[in-house]
């Protein structure tokens, strides 16, 4: 039973990391009904960033608070001007073009960023420093709460909550619906369609270095090919939860970090990546709108 | 002419592949003025309306908004500067709710960012609260203030015309542009659409033009008539004119049944 909650507690803390970066998917396609396959690469990216910061001013001698803050604002930033900048660069002048020329060059920025990562990171994994010292928080009945499972799933409920309000309760939020429902129409009501955009990888982005901050820590081994696995599970955890539905990612990233944490714990840790494959599988056949999506009908 | 011209409109043209939709149009609004743009099918008026509002680019001419020329500006910075539009197939945010189809025509005008959103500023409360406030007031008018948590797709068909009105009424802007707003209309709901009309032109200050196939309601609403064939302007006046214009009555058919 002890053991149980123990797996109980790691899969929702990782399921917290995989919905941060599975909201970036949702978004963007949201608003753009395409995949940013460079998303998680943006994330990777944000890794590497925080881990630089940290060998620099070798902060993870001395492990700190505000060091990690440090780093999970940098993260964050480089991520969000990253993000700005491919949208810019190279999605936003095929905007009119066919989906499908967009899809590719999403492809394109991946791979990329993965090479350039290679080349600028080296290729060999680098461990990313401690920023915070891992203690036993608390211990009930045997099992015991580590600090770091609270700080990761403190800081994605505070991020989605940030989320929550700008999306649901403000002017951004509301332009970002009204562009991703008619954006002609929301251009004559005075919205700049390129701002809200912009905003919206600026925000999907932000959540990926928070992740990467997060990963970063709970799983030390940093490599420019980071994203690829990682990105896929976000994906799968999007999908599942309904793509475009931002309760749908977090739904979606849950189970999904609780499922992997299952199959690790109970069968065999081998298995735990073909999970997200076969949950995708799965989802495809029998419910291909996601738990939470809706069916788009599309007019012909 | 008087110098109080609003709109000025000089020898516009586009063409999609072959056809020339609009073909050297040009047309003067005054300050106040509620004009008519009329026409048989495919005349090209709804483009004339899509090139005012940025959607396509004239590729030949002029389009001035108060001496300032507007046809090289997108779509979001025309209606900044004051013209606003309805469609012909209402194209309300229909999973929106009423309210937040009028607060999304103030977006523009909100000026707090997003860090007074995610520390939920006074100054970000205040503003929304104002803003909501406003948009109230606009319901008021349609007596839709009831109805403003109702998703905008679930209102009946007259009240999701009157909200896309209103919708572009709190862009604030000089010059409306009103396609087909009787359409799908019975004779009774014609006739209070002219007092609308009328209504809000007094209220807000506005140049109207609108497009419309109900001739009756075209000849008794508007003081000035332009008449497009095949995306040429065959004809401008005042309606008395119009109706007994011999181009304009071949234009339809070579029958006058529908002008009067």
């Known amino acids: 039973m002890n053991e149980f909650i123990q797996h109980i507690i790691n899969g929702i803390s990782m399921g917290a990391i995989y919905a941060l970066i599975a909201l970036g998917y949702t978004m963007v396609y ?85 090479y350039a990562g290679q080349l600028l990171f080296g290729v060999d994994p680098k461990l990313f420093p401690p920023l915070l010292t891992e203690s036993v928080l608390f211990s009930i009945g045997g099992i015991n709460v580590m600090s770091l499972d609270v700080i990761i799933l403190g800081i994605s409920i505070l ?40 905003f919206t990888f600026i925000l999907g982005s932000s959540l990926a270095g928070i992740a990467a901050v997060l990963v970063g820590m709970r799983y030390p081994k940093i490599e420019p090919m980071m994203g690829m696995l990682m990105g896929t599970k976000a994906f799968v955890a999007a999908v599942l ?46 419910k291909p709108t996601g738990l939470l999506g809706t069916k788009r009908i599309e007019k012909v | 002419m008087s110098n109080n011209k609003l709109l000025e ?3 516009i043209s586009i063409q999609f592949g072959g056809l020339k939709a609009v073909d ?8 106040g003025e509620l004009a008519g743009l009329i026409g048989p099918n495919g005349a090209g008026k709804t483009t004339v309306f899509n090139l005012l509002t940025g959607v396509y680019s004239p590729q030949t001419g002029s389009i001035d908004l108060e001496g300032q020329p507007i ?44 860090w007074q959103v995610v520390l939920q500023t006074p100054g970000f409360q205040r503003e929304e609260a104002q803003k909501k406030e406003e948009a109230l007031e606009l319901l008021k008018i349609f007596n839709l203030e009831k109805k403003q948590s109702a998703p905008a797709g679930a209102l009946p068909y007259g009240e999701q015309r009157k909200l896309e009105i209103l919708r572009a009424l709190a862009t604030k802007p000089k010059l409306l542009l009103l396609d087909e707003p009787a359409a799908g209309m019975n004779h009774s709901e014609t006739t209070g659409l002219m007092e609308i009309i009328s209504m809000i032109r007094e209220r807000f200050n506005l140049t109207i033009l609108l497009i419309e ?29 119009i109706q007994n214009h011999a181009e304009v009555i071949k234009a339809y058919l070579g029958t006058d049944e529908e002008l009067h």
């Not at chain 1, 990777?44 to 630089?52: D, I, L, N, R």
């Not at chain 1, 951004?172 to 369609?193: D, H």
């Not at chain 1, 931002?246 to 299952?262: K, Q, R, T």
Request: charged letters at 15%; hydrophobic letters at 50%; one cysteine or more.
């Open chain 2, 71 to 114: 046809h090289r500006k997108k779509t979001f910075e025309i209606s900044r500067l004051g013209i606003a539009r309805t469609f012909q197939n209402i194209r309300l945010f229909k999973d929106l709710s009423v309210l937040d189809n009028i607060l999304l025509g103030q977006h523009h005008r909100t000026q707090y960012g997003i």
């Open chain 1, 241 to 286: 939860g309904g793509i475009g539905s931002l309760p749908g990612a977090v739904l979606g990233g849950l189970i999904m970090g609780l499922s992997e944490e299952m199959v690790v714990g109970y069968l065999q840790s081998t298995y735990r990546d073909a999970l997200s494959f076969g949950i995708l599988i799965v989802i495809l056949i029998f």
């Open chain 1, 30 to 114: 949201g608003i753009l009904q395409f995949i940013n396959f460079a998303h998680a690469d943006i994330y990777m990216v944000g890794a590497f960033a925080s881990y630089y910061l940290a060998r620099f001013f070798q902060l993870g001698e001395h492990p700190h608070w505000s060091w990690f803050f440090i780093a999970l604002g940098l993260s964050t930033l480089v991520c969000a001007l990253l993000g700005f900048a491919i949208e810019k660069i190279a999605y936003r002048p095929l905007r009119k073009s066919p989906k499908l020329n967009i899809l590719i060059t999403a492809i394109g920025v991946s791979l990329f960023l993965e």
């Open chain 2, 213 to 241: 196939h109900d001739m009756k309601f075209v000849m008794k609403i508007c003081e000035k008539i332009h008449v497009l064939d095949h995306g040429v302007k065959i004809a401008e006046g005042i309606p008395s004119y």
């Open chain 1, 159 to 198: 991020a989605m909550f940030v989320l929550h309000r700008v999306v649901y309760h403000s002017k951004l939020g509301k332009a970002m619906r009204a562009v991703s429902q008619n954006s002609t129409v929301a251009a004559m009501l005075g919205i700049s369609i390129d701002r809200v955009i912009s």
């Open chain 2, 9 to 11: 409109i000089k020898e």
């Open chain 2, 24 to 31: 050297r149009f040009s047309m003067d609004l005054e300050s």
